[in-house]
């Protein structure tokens, strides 16, 4: 489990805290997304939770371990796998299976072990085949896949993402989803921030931070049909919420936020 | 009067063994009060393009002309504008202001810092606040509009933008369209994108590219009628749309197609009982 407990954080220089007094937890297995406008803390949370940053106030606990304590950095960056949104910034490697093997090698990993990992974190992106294919030929999705792929290799129990759709064209934001959707099966826990808020349907649970503090920590469904909510925190209803609403109000039973096809399939079985 | 490229082609490296088509034959047509959108996936040719119509690259073969001159002769100096993706990395005035008037004072305007100020105010920034700020202390959503003014500001005729909301959270963005929507009144636009759902509802034309080639040309409601085109260049309908188009395919009878989800929705539930 990650704990955040009364956790207040300034960056140095800066006139307002970027987050105040906030207490959460994320649990392995569980899929969460973090919305909010930007400026409300979400980046600053993210890098927090895998000790990139420690509180000023309050502390981060990662499967008990104080990411103020320098002497299990090692470990905490390691249960805990980051993301961030844009893919150029974070490959090293020369070709992708190189890139991916990058922090396995670092921790020291023994070779056979380390060939497994790295496989197995391709394949869970879905970029088995392009292993030795050099990192600027692959598309900005698949860029941020192999990001993702980087990451898994260490083995974390959670993955946090900070936006890692928002540079991305549709077809490669449906597989960043895709493979998301596969970690949380594999029991990852997912940490997705995101400012699309469709994308926080499939989660099981959004947190909204508003100014450094949590707005709101619940069921999607309870945020989503909010509009009042929605509207003071800046954030948007996904138009599937919408036009599910509008049927809704006429007496049709319908899905919070349906496929397409299904709410045309509930308007014409009814 | 317009910016027009006429079967315009470019290939990269020409002549060597690494030469790439990155774009073949693509024809379009922008003029002043226009919303032109290319649309296309990574590798499309969409920012090859972009560089033609700018005068950066010389087409290989076709032509590009704006208002009938050649982009390098000196009378089209000005008229094009261009704003690269993620502009605001370029900043580098020590203020906003001074970062803006560039333009205008590169090109030898009358009153550089005049311009630049009317560009601030285009953009929904005040010049009394944001002027004399450092252009790197700005918001993510707030770079990004000072990065378009600094091209306004120089009162281009065609006003190109490459990807201007990539990245930017929701109020940020709908700053950027209402941006793109007033430039027109001035300027014709042309924007590059690879997330045109936001922009489809305001365009006069839409152009899809796949590969280098223009697979389809024309207003957005021909792509409603027949979305293979836009489909197959990787593109994904919104599903506003995709629910009407599946109810059309239902038999359903619908009065033209929708943007807005709530319009939409009525216009399902109209059909439902015509269908009774």
Redesign the interface.
Known sequence: MIVFRDVSFTYPGAQRPALRRISLRFEAGQRVAIVG???SGKSTLARLANGLLVPCEGSVLVDGMDTADESRTFDIRSRVGLVL?NPDNQIVGTVVEEDVAFGPENLGVPRDELRARVDAAIAAVGLTGMERKEPHLL???QKQRLAIAGALAMDPAYLVLD?PT??L????R?AILEVLERLVTDGHGIVHIT?DM?ETIPADRVIALDDGKVAFDGPVAELLSNTHLLLRL???QP??V???A??RA?GLEVPLAP???E??EA??RS | MALVAAEASYTYAAGTQYASDALSDVTLSLEVGELVLVVG???SGKSTLLRVLAGLLDPSSGSVTVDGLAPGDGAARGRTGLVFQNPESQFFAETVLDDVAFGPRNLGQSDPPYSAQQALRAVGLDPDVFGARSPFTL???EARRAAIAGVLAFEPRYLLLDEPT???????RDAVLSVVKDARAQAGVLVVT??PEQFLQDAQAVVVLFRGTQVFSGAPSGLLTDPGPYLKA???L???I??QL??RE?GAQLAGISFD??E???K??QA?RG?R
């Open positions: 406008a930007n400026g949104q598309s900005e999705g936006e928002a540079m064209d549709a077809a490669g449906h400012h469709a800046g954030l948007e138009p599937m919408v036009m599910a509008v049927v006429n496929a397409p096809e709410l045309v308007l014409w | 996936e990574t590798g918001s993510g959503g990539a990245g930017l959270d929701r109020p940020s690879h997330d990787g593109m994904q919104p599903d506003v995709r629910a599946v109810a239902r989800p709530e939409a929705a009525r399902l539930l439902r269908a």
